[in-house]
């Protein structure tokens, strides 16, 4: 191998994983492998393997002939809509990949991706800021689930575990079920083709309350942090350390867009945008965009979420700031910069 250490990150083309596949791709002392069911339809100079990690035979097999991993970045993820089936999937998956990992002596930590779910945030107002301390909410949650198992699994072994709690990851990947970048760009495009003002589509409520996101990148780098650096069997909270109101940052997202805005709409995505592909499919023709299809280019259910909930959203990462690890991200900036990055990616116009 050519480097010291060997990041093995599942899920390597969702929001998480293709920002670590990239962020360690471009480390000194370090090898990365992204796993993912389907190849990257982009150009990448990474090494990806599909691997789909229900299947325990072909996931052992896989990382028989990787030979070397020193750290595992669970980012995988598949979304159902009953709650015993998501645990009963995504707990499998990870039960998978980390009994196969675990055969190779070289392993040394497995770093597990949470979010504010983990506090019940998808169950309404919570106690904010929240605290990696905090009592869970009553199950079921596979956060839980995930993270018992790895503990007792990590117990009196060679390799230990630590989580992050991320909230809302924005980065470049698309067709992922949970990427509000996109959600936002493609729904401007859309209601700049159609001469619409770029309304906030959401509730009054959720256009003042507090809210607060992760850069993809600054994830990364928090990842490696963690997964060299303190103990073991720790829990940390990551998100930019800024908080935001959409009142803010929409006139900005206006600006960059080149439209107007009005008071908010409120109103559903996933039913308002059922109709736009054929909008979509003319912007992408005119602009010579990257055909990707209508309905993976943006989840408007998850916007849905995110612009109506009306409570505050505000995790501590003062655990994280103590541990060693200070970097902070403008949010507005980041939102700016992605929106130019898929411009130049011929992602949206």
């Known amino acids: 191998m050519a480097g010291n250490n060997v990041a093995l990150v599942a899920g390597g083309l969702g929001v998480i994983g293709r920002a670590l596949v990239e962020h360690f791709a471009a480390r000194d002392g370090w090898e990365v492998i992204g796993l993912s069911r389907r190849a990257p339809d982009f150009d990448t100079s990474a090494r990806y393997e599909q691997v789909d990690l229900q299947d325990a035979a072909a996931t052992t097999a ?24 998501s ?13 196969a990992a675990e055969q190779l002596p070289s392993l040394k930590r497995v770093v597990l991706y949470e979010g504010v779910k983990y ?53 470049f990947a698309v067709g992922n079920p949970m990427n509000l970048t996109l959600v936002i760009a493609v729904y401007a495009a859309i209601c700049k083709e159609l001469g619409v003002p770029l309304r906030f589509p959401g509730s009054p409520a959720a256009w003042r309350g507090l809210a607060q ?8 780098r928090a990842s490696e942090f963690v997964a060299t650096q303190g103990p073991g069997g720790e829990a940390y909270n990551v998100t930019n350390g800024d908080l935001f109101r959409w009142e803010q940052l929409w006139p900005a997202f206006a600006r960059d867009f080149g439209m107007e805005t009005g008071w908010p709409l409120p109103l559903r995505l996933s039913e308002f945008m059922a109709d ?24 408007w259910g998850f916007g849905d979420f995110i612009f109506n909930c009306g409570y505050d ?17 403008d949010s507005e ?17």
Not at 62 to 85: I, M, N, S
Not at 213 to 220: F, K, N
Not at 292 to 297: G, H, Q, R
């Open 213 to 220: 996101v992760t850069d993809a990148g600054l994830l990364a």
């Open 119 to 171: 506090y019940g945030v998808h169950l309404g107002p919570f106690k904010t800021p929240a605290k990696e301390s905090d009592a869970r909410h009553l199950p079921p949650n596979f956060y839980y689930d995930q993270e018992d198992w790895l503990r007792a699994a990590a117990a009196g072994k060679s390799w230990d575990m630590t989580a992050l709690r991320p909230d809302v990851c924005c980065g």
């Open 313 to 329: 959203v505000i995790s501590s990462t003062t655990k994280l700031r103590q541990a060693g690890f200070a970097e902070v991200v």
């Open 333 to 349: 900036e980041m939102f700016l910069r992605m929106f130019g990055e898929f411009r130049r990616l011929k992602v949206i116009p």
């Open 87 to 99: 645990t009963s999937v995504n707990l499998g998956m990870l039960q998978t990949l980390t009994r």
């Open 62 to 85: 896989a990382l028989a002939r990787f030979g070397r991993v020193t750290h595992v970045f669970y980012a995988a993820y598949q979304e159902h809509k009953d709650p015993l089936t």
């Open 276 to 299: 736009k592909a054929p909008v979509w499919e003319r912007i992408v023709a005119r602009h010579g965009l990257k055909p990707y299809a209508f309905e993976t280019i943006a989840a």
